[in-house]
């Protein structure tokens, strides 16, 4: 990935109200595409942050292979 110009991004910061579901969404998908499955994604985001993706769309979207 880069970030401004040629610049490599060593970090991306994603930020909601509660940090709960949209950003476990948002870790997820990048997860994904990094290469892990949907159930690995999903296990790991709960374990890292109890309570999140609570929103079952949501889950479905990372758990949709």
Do not use: K
């Not at 490599?8 to 990094?34: D, F, K, Q, W």
């Amino acid at each position: 990935a880069r970030g401004h110009g040629d610049m490599p991004v060593e970090r991306v910061y994603s930020i909601c109200t509660h940090g709960m579901n949209r950003s476990g969404l948002m870790a997820g998908l990048v997860l994904r595409e990094l290469g892990m499955d949907g159930a690995s994604v999903v296990e790991r985001i709960l374990e890292r942050r109890p309570g999140a993706l609570s929103n079952v769309s949501f889950r479905r979207i990372l758990l949709d292979e």
